[in-house]
């Protein structure tokens, strides 16, 4: 696996174990948002091939809040 698949997938994983944390009993939810702003900004490019061709991530809808 590349050194970039294996980033990708291990940030993926703990984003994954941290929200299963969060819905638990007694979680320790100033934990939790301290932590996933920075595994959310830590998470590198995805690897070739998770998203199609073409694929565009500015293009798309406009949700509410969206200027």
């Not at 969060?22 to 934990?31: E, I, M, N, T, W």
Request: contains cysteine; hydrophobic residues 40%.
């Amino acid at each position: 696996m590349c050194p970039n698949c294996e980033d990708f997938a291990r940030t993926v994983l703990l984003l994954g174990q941290l929200a299963l944390y969060a819905d638990a009993a007694g979680a320790d939810l100033d934990f939790v948002d301290a932590v996933n702003p920075s595994l959310a900004a830590s998470l590198p490019e995805p690897p070739p091939g998770v998203f199609l061709d073409g694929y565009d991530p500015d293009d798309g809808p406009a949700y509410p809040g969206d200027v």
